[in-house]
């Protein structure tokens, strides 16, 4: 399949194949495979916020034992991963400099 070039914007989840405004935070080469798995990884992480979302309503429940938000944690270290193979040289470099996915993942 044919790469085309994608602008990524994590906090929105927007993925675009038009660079306007702010929309370019990751800019990456992927095929529409690609794309429609990385928009399944920011839907699931969606899920995880909402079901985070009602936990922090329930005061007895605590943050560290909130299998949403680490299902969601789980997302976003799986999207910069997805961002890191598909990203360009400057992606490449600012996931590794806010080591996210750690010596592992790299």
């Known amino acids: 399949m044919e790469k085309k070039t994608y602008y990524v914007d994590i906090g929105s989840g927007e993925i675009s194949q038009v660079k306007y405004q702010n929309n370019d935070s990751f800019t990456i080469n992927a095929t529409q495979e690609e794309v429609t798995?990385?928009?399944?990884?920011?839907?699931?992480?969606?899920?995880s916020a909402h079901d985070s979302?009602?936990?922090?309503?329930?005061?007895?429940?605590?943050?560290?034992?909130?299998?949403?938000?680490?299902?969601?944690?789980?997302?976003l270290i799986d999207v910069y991963q997805m961002l890191y193979d598909l990203g360009d040289k400057t992606?490449?470099?600012?996931?590794?400099?806010?080591?996210?996915?750690?010596?592992?993942?790299?």
């Open 37 to 47: 798995m990385l928009r399944a990884k920011f839907r699931n992480m969606d899920g």
């Open 53 to 75: 979302f009602w936990r922090a309503h329930v005061p007895i429940m605590p943050y560290h034992n909130d299998k949403a938000n680490d299902r969601y944690d789980a997302g």
């Open 91 to 106: 992606v490449k470099n600012h996931i590794k400099s806010i080591g996210i996915l750690g010596e592992n993942h790299i």
